[in-house]
């Protein structure tokens, strides 16, 4: 092992590879049957989203297209602040379109409710929510995923897109960070 080598910041694994791999599978295949008939306009919300969307995609069987959003998040803190700014808003007309938000984790829900509401005033057929991870114990906002992919505990987790100041996205699981790494 490296010194730098991001797995000693783990505690432990929340989430294998192989169990996010077939759990996006099933959500891709639930997502394709729901909208069969239809072209909806996958939105993911950057920077987490990124390879839980990239790999949700290629579950994705019917046509479709994509854009993201991104949003100021949490800084180098572990918890909200509360406050949401965009900061890449999409260049497309999404009226009459079925919007699917991608998300990687769903916590106090003050993101997506934003960001729901944010939307909804350019008439969107539908906005429907499919996330990674789902903490809803955490949960302020009244936020619903219609697809969640795994339920989570009030833990602090890092990997497969999701960060701790910008570092652990490229971890191929979900983990528990170290206390230590934060405190
Ligand atoms: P919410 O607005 O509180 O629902 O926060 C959603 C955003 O907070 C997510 O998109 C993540 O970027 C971030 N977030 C929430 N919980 C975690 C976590 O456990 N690890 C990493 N990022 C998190
Ligand atoms: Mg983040």
Redesign the pocket.
Known sequence: MQVNDIHNDIESVLISAEELEARVAELGAQISADFAGKNPLFVG?LK??FVFMADLMRHVSIHCSMDFMA?S??GNQ?T?TGA?KITKDLNQDIEGRDIILV????????????LTEYLQVRKPASITIATL?D?PS????P?HAKYAGFE?PD????GYG???AETYRNLPYVGILKSEIYE
């Not at 998300?103 to 934003?114: A, K």
């Not at 833990?155 to 890092?158: M, S």
Request: with cysteine.
């Open positions: 919300v987490g989203c949003v998040s949490y572990t909200t949401v998300e990687d984790i769903l916590d106090s829900g003050v993101t997506l409710n934003y991870m903490k955490r949960r302020k906002a936020v989570v833990a602090f987790v890092v999701l960060d701790y």
